[in-house]
């Protein structure tokens, strides 16, 4: 039986990993189909310390699995289907694409997918002028024109911080009234660099020949009349889906799905620890995720000490 399964290869996973492998656990860790995470798919990350020059995502990722392994953490390019905790022996089964292990604590750090319009050159553009994080992107688009789509808190909280750098930022809407909280919906509308374009989606994006974004095509749902807005980036702020699936209600998660730590980095299932985007729907950071996968790995050393005598 595995010490500790690591689910995810993101910063929470990666960090679980170094921390685990360094306290002699030999951590078993499950890469999933986005091999290093969400920041696989970004070019420049200038908010990681340790980097004053920036550092390209996919490098940083690959740094952090170098480091795992230098403390012998193992990796498996397998994607968990299903995980039960055991009654007779307190440990779990982790059933994967290809097989199945056991384990006396696992963590899960399986992210959260962000929520797309489904458009059919979106994928492409994500770093090139759409993204769906405004902390993280906001101040590469500094005096140009951009947008936010979507009408919640996040939305709102989204566009008002890129006004500190955007020339203007368009509030794109289905409906015509923000769902967000009042003061929410106040603040961003109150803002003189804030658009709102009420009761209309994207139907297309336009990008130049070197696939950048340059424009968005727009459809009035009231209407069906189509306009266009010339903008440089596109923040999609419809909500994120955290990747739970296979817990199969095994873990408590709240109302949106992430999974609710109860104890410390904890589930309400004992053994059982969760770390990074997946439980956390406020910060969604790097820096946050790779701090929380930190703390999951120290609390399962404890865990494992305390209940498996290890
Ligand atoms: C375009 C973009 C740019 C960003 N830029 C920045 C930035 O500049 N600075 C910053 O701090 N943050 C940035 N972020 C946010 C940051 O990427 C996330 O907060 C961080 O990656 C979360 O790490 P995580 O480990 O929780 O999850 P993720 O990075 O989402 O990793 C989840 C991992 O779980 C695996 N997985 C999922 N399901 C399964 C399964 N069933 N079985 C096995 N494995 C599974 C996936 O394969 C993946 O390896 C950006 C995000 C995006 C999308």
Redesign the pocket.
């Known amino acids: 039986m595995e010490n500790v399964i690591i689910?995810?290869?993101?910063?929470?996973?990666y960090t679980s990993a170094i921390y685990t492998g360094r306290a002699n656990l030999r951590p078993l860790v499950?890469?999933?189909?986005?091999?290093?995470?969400?920041?696989t798919?970004?070019t420049e990350?200038?908010?990681?310390p340790g980097f004053p020059e920036g550092v390209q995502?996919p490098e940083l990722m690959m740094k952090m699995m170098a480091q795992a392994q230098k403390f012998g953490a193992r990796f498996e390019y397998e994607?968990?289907t299903s995980i039960t905790k055991d009654v007779d022996d307190g440990g779990f089964t982790v059933v994967t694409d290809t097989r199945t292990h056991r384990a006396k604590a696992v963590i899960v750090?399986?992210?959260?997918s962000?929520r797309h319009l489904g458009l059919p050159n979106e994928q492409q553009l994500?770093?090139h002028g759409l993204?769906?994080?405004a902390t993280?992107?906001g101040a590469f688009y500094r005096d140009v024109p951009v947008c936010v789509i979507g009408g919640g808190d996040s939305a709102c909280e989204e566009a008002t911080f890129l006004t500190r750098f955007a020339s203007k930022v368009y509030l794109i809407h289905r409906r015509d009234e923000l769902r967000a909280s009042k003061i929410m919906a106040e603040r961003a509308l109150a803002n003189p660099k804030i658009e709102p374009v009420w009761n209309s989606t994207i139907i297309e994006y336009v990008t130049d020949a070197a696939g950048e974004m340059t424009q968005v095509r727009l459809q009035n749902l009231l209407t069906g009349e189509e306009s266009s807005l010339d903008l440089k980036c596109v923040f999609v702020a419809i909500g994120h889906v955290p990747?739970t699936a296979?817990l199969g209600g095994l873990a408590g998660l709240d109302e949106n799905g992430y999974i609710l730590h109860h104890k410390g980095m904890m589930t309400n299932v004992d053994g059982l620890f969760a770390a990074?985007?997946?439980a956390d729907h406020v910060w969604?950071?790097?820096?946050t995720?790779a701090g929380q996968g930190c703390a999951a790995a120290i609390e399962v050393e404890r865990y494992l000490a305390d209940v498996w005598g290890e």
Do not use: M
């Open positions: 689910i995810g290869t993101g910063c929470a996973g499950l890469a999933g189909t986005q091999p290093g995470g969400q920041l798919t970004t990350v200038e908010n990681f995502g994607t968990v750090a399986t992210g959260a962000p994500i770093g993204t769906s994080c993280c992107d990747n296979f990074g985007d997946v969604r950071q790097a820096i995720a």
